[in-house]
């Protein structure tokens, strides 16, 4: 008698069950032809006879495929999947590849390794259509110009807390600036503001173009203008790192490290929703007066003191 055998394609051996039961059925085949033709030849006999036979046989097939494990489709490889870049990295690309503002960009896991590497796709989208525009293989030197930051080379939180640290280190109470917003935004909210700071806290705010005085509502506004001296600008921009925005650029004064241009997209996926803020016209207290001596009462005359000149790194 013949065996039969099942190709699955895999090493997994066929249940016991299935074995006897076809084995079975094949046998009582067998038998029936054999009594009926009294033959061990099974192509002498009737038609009815191989009717028989070929019923019996359907039936043992039938009952096989009852016994068999389902057949699984093979699986489909999962597609590569969108890396998260710091902000820093998200710069480098930008740069590094003539990424504008106004496109989108992706870089795809393409070694599955959950980080960036050589080999990885960067895929460009955008222009009229939105579609994507191009896609490129990073190489390794990509990688390395990428991880390196751009051509600020540092990371956001490092160059606010260094440039922080010098601000500080001046220790100046009494200066003005000119703030504006840069944002899609009407009317007064990008209107140029004139800053003026006492004692380490905004005396006044006044708007640049008419000399009109803003109401002080900083007990009643935590985001009020009032609230904005040195450190309420590098408030703004800790804020904008800590939410985990997607794009937080900054600019800094090399003598004083206060912010010059403050720029902040919370999401490349949501539009117009970017905030930005320029701050100009950064001048320390011209003078301050005091006493000679350093003792009122006598008879020393006050003289007008300059403030401590900072080198200009340039």
Do not use: H
């Not at 039936?59 to 016994?67: A, E, F, H, T, W």
């Not at 191009?134 to 030197?141: A, C, D, E, G, V």
């Not at 935590?222 to 590098?234: M, R």
């Not at 206060?258 to 929703?273: G, H, K, N, R, V």
């Amino acid at each position: 008698m013949t065996g039969i055998t099942q190709n699955t394609g895999t090493k997994a051996a066929e249940p016991t069950a299935t074995l006897t039961a076809a084995t079975t059925a094949l046998g009582d085949a067998v038998k029936a032809i054999q009594s009926k033709t009294n033959s061990n030849a099974f192509g002498s006999g009737t038609n009815a006879d191989k009717e028989a036979l070929i019923k019996l046989v359907m039936n043992m097939i039938d009952l096989i495929s009852c016994k068999l494990p389902p057949t699984e489709p093979p699986t489909k490889p999962k597609p590569a999947q969108p890396l998260q870049l710091t902000p820093q990295q998200d710069k480098a690309v930008r740069e590094r590849f003539n990424i504008g503002s106004a496109m989108r960009y992706e870089v795809l896991d393409s070694k599955k390794d959950g980080k960036l590497s050589a080999g990885d796709t960067l895929v460009i989208s955008g222009g009229i259509t939105g579609g994507e525009i191009s896609r490129k293989k990073l190489t390794q030197q990509d990688v390395k110009a990428i991880n390196a930051g751009g051509s600020g080379g540092s990371d956001p939180q490092q160059q606010l807390d260094a440039n922080r640290k010098k601000w500080n280190s001046l220790d100046i109470q009494d200066y003005s600036f000119t703030l504006q917003r840069n944002c899609f935004c009407r009317g007064d909210a990008i209107r140029p503001i004139n800053i003026e700071v006492r004692d380490g806290s905004v005396a006044s705010a006044t708007y640049a173009d008419t000399g009109e005085l803003l109401p002080d509502d900083r007990k009643t506004n935590k985001q009020s203008i009032y609230n904005l001296n040195a450190d309420g600008v590098f408030n703004l921009v800790e804020q904008g790192i800590k939410s985990g925005a997607d794009k937080v650029d900054v600019s800094y004064d090399k003598q004083y490290g206060l912010p010059t241009s403050i720029y902040i997209d919370q999401s490349f996926q949501m539009a117009d929703e970017e905030m930005g803020y320029t701050i100009s016209n950064f001048q320390p207290e011209p003078t301050f007066t005091t006493l000679a001596c350093g003792e009122e009462g006598n008879d020393c005359l006050p003289v007008d003191v300059l403030p401590p000149q900072i080198p200009s790194t340039k």
